[in-house]
């Protein structure tokens, strides 16, 4: 074990040397700075006004607009309908994943502006999203996510990367959990 982190860098006797208010002192500050993430990614929901202001494309169907990988940024204006064209994630009861799909078709609901029914199409796709519904015929506004409003090409692949190779994120994950708490100030 002493060999295995030696290999990694980090000084097993200046670990036993920390003490336990170190130690303790460790493992807080790196709370902290997951606390911190999480209150940003909260308030950046907040602001967009959606459950999920950051995703990332996982299927080549809306090439060549967005790439597999793609990371999306994501608005939900309350008060502002739903437009063709306007590119749309959403989430249908039963299904887990967000799909990003482009609106081909709206229709009113209501007297208000917001109350509408959506059909959407991945680009690269021959057929309409009918079949991914789940029996539903149309989207309605509490299936959608998010419109994009910006993307970064490419820079989800790490996601992707962490999704299909779980060892990876494990990997990744412990050891900045094992560097935060081994950091030391000087």
């Given at each position: 074990?002493?060999?295995?982190l030696g290999m990694l860098?980090?000084d097993?006797?200046?670990?036993?040397?920390?003490?336990?208010?170190?130690?303790?002192?460790q493992?807080?500050?790196f709370?902290?700075?997951i606390?911190?993430?999480?209150?940003?990614?909260?308030?950046?929901?907040l602001?967009?006004?959606?459950?999920?202001?950051?995703?990332?494309v996982?299927?080549?169907s809306?090439?060549?607009?967005f790439?597999?990988?793609?990371?999306?940024?994501?608005?939900?204006?309350s008060?502002?309908?739903y437009i063709?064209?306007?590119?749309?994630?959403?989430?249908?009861?039963?299904?887990?994943?967000p799909?990003?799909?482009?609106v081909?078709e709206?229709?009113?609901?209501?007297?208000?502006p917001?109350?509408?029914s959506?059909?959407?199409k991945?680009d690269?796709?021959?057929?309409?999203?009918?079949?991914?519904?789940?029996?539903?015929?149309?989207?309605?506004r509490k299936?959608?996510?998010?419109?994009?409003?910006?993307?970064m090409?490419?820079?989800?692949?790490?996601t992707?990367?962490m999704?299909?190779f779980p060892q990876?994120?494990?990997?990744?994950?412990?050891?900045?959990?094992?560097?935060?708490?081994?950091?030391?100030?000087?």
């Amino acid at each position: 074990m002493d060999a295995a982190l030696g290999m990694l860098g980090v000084d097993v006797k200046g670990l036993k040397r920390m003490g336990v208010r170190q130690i303790l002192l460790q493992i807080l500050q790196f709370a902290t700075v997951i606390a911190t993430g999480l209150m940003m990614w909260k308030g950046l929901g907040l602001i967009t006004n959606t459950e999920s202001p950051i995703v990332v494309v996982l299927s080549g169907s809306m090439e060549p607009a967005f790439y597999r990988g793609d990371l999306l940024f994501l608005t939900n204006p309350s008060n502002t309908p739903y437009i063709v064209g306007d590119i749309t994630v959403y989430k249908v009861p039963g299904a887990d994943i967000p799909i990003v799909h482009r609106v081909i078709e709206t229709h009113q609901t209501g007297p208000d502006p917001i109350s509408q029914s959506l059909l959407t199409k991945g680009d690269n796709n021959y057929l309409d999203d009918l079949d991914l519904y789940n029996g539903m015929k149309w989207l309605e506004r509490k299936h959608i996510v998010g419109k994009v409003s910006g993307f970064m090409p490419y820079v989800g692949y790490v996601t992707i990367a962490m999704n299909d190779f779980p060892q990876l994120k494990y990997a990744v994950l412990g050891g900045l959990g094992l560097l935060a708490l081994l950091q030391r100030e000087q």
